[in-house]
């Protein structure tokens, strides 16, 4: 247990995790929602170094390196390497991503708004994937997810580019089956679904909230995969909130950034990631906590 985090949450969430099992009638019982196979295929882990760069933007010099940060992290078990070059640069920057693709060897997932600068970015930079975020100047994080949903015919001439460069598409959405309908309809490859509200109700241990959310969660993961669309899911987990997501079926590929770098202050980036992975594992067993 990491000294930041109370016991009484990872017990409300599992209490939450296991109280789906008695519902009858949101369709999300335990048993559906976890395979019959006792083990779900081995998830992926998109680590996000954006917070490694405002650490170093802090002092305006190079270190910490967040290139230095994501060969650490690949070495520690990261299945990917997620950065958000966002409109200020108030972490990454244009050369960190240039460093990123040059230097990596594994998938490297390009956080961008939808505009025209960051698209001749992602062009230039020709990433394995590209995951369009919503983007507010004031925000302190992305919150929220797109509106594919409002804003299609924007979106769209976006999607098509990137993906005419063979880039894969990510919408990062809402777990609303309306938001997935739209990301399908315009051509997506991927629907990342925000779990930040998830992360809210674990923080504030409301355990009904929490249990809400996973529902929500659990059945925007179905409907996106019967779409065809490949699920991933991010934005605000840790230790604590990791396994419940983790275990819904659907989602092959979780994105953390946040909690694993402040982590990375107490113990290091290395044990953080693989007591990150060790969760993801569990949960895809069906197993224990480590
Ligand atoms: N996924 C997306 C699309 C994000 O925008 C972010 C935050 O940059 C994350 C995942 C990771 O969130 P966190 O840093 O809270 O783990």
């Known amino acids: 247990m990491s000294s930041n985090e109370r016991p009484v949450e ?47 933007n802090a002092r305006g010099g190079h270190h910490p390196d967040p290139i230095r940060a994501a060969h650490l992290a690949v070495a520690a078990g ?7 070059l966002r409109e200020d640069r108030r972490h990454i920057r244009d050369d960190d991503m240039r460093r990123l693709k040059a230097e990596l060897t594994c998938p490297l997932n390009f956080e961008m708004a939808a505009t025209n600068e960051m698209l001749a970015i992602a062009l230039q930079t020709l ?15 992305t919150e929220g ?10 979106l769209k001439p976006v999607v098509d580019q990137l993906k005419n460069a063979s880039i894969r598409i990510s919408l990062f959405i809402e777990p609303d089956p309306a938001q997935i309908d739209a990301a399908a309809m315009i ?3 991927i629907v990342e679904l925000h779990t930040g509200s998830y992360c809210e109700n674990v923080l504030a241990v409301d355990s009904a909230a929490i249990q809400s959310e996973l529902v929500r969660l659990t059945e925007a993961a179905r409907h996106a995969d019967a779409r065809g669309l490949e699920v991933h899911a991010g934005h605000g987990l840790t230790f604590n909130s990791v396994e419940p997501v983790a275990a819904i079926p659907q989602i092959v590929e979780l994105n953390i950034g946040h909690f694993l770098i402040g982590e990375a202050v107490f113990s290091g980036l290395t044990p953080a990631i693989g007591r990150m992975r060790r969760l993801m594992d569990a949960a895809r067993s ?4 480590d």
């Not at 009858?24 to 559906?32: I, S, V, Y």
């Not at 990261?78 to 958000?84: E, K, N, Q, R, V």
Request: proline share 3%.
């Open 286 to 289: 069906m197993g224990a906590d």
């Open 187 to 189: 051509g997506a490859d």
């Open 10 to 56: 990872v017990n409300e969430i599992n209490a939450a995790w296991s109280r789906r099992g008695a519902s009858k009638d949101n369709g999300t019982r335990k048993d559906q929602v976890l395979s019959a196979e006792t083990r779900l295929p081995r998830q992926r882990l998109g680590v996000n170094v954006d917070h490694v760069a405002t650490l170093r």
């Open 127 to 141: 990433p394995h994937a590209c995951c369009i975020v919503p983007e507010r100047r004031e925000e302190r994080t």
């Open 78 to 84: 990261a299945d990917g390497i997620t950065a958000h």
């Open 145 to 154: 997810g797109l509106d594919v949903a409002g804003a299609r015919n924007a």
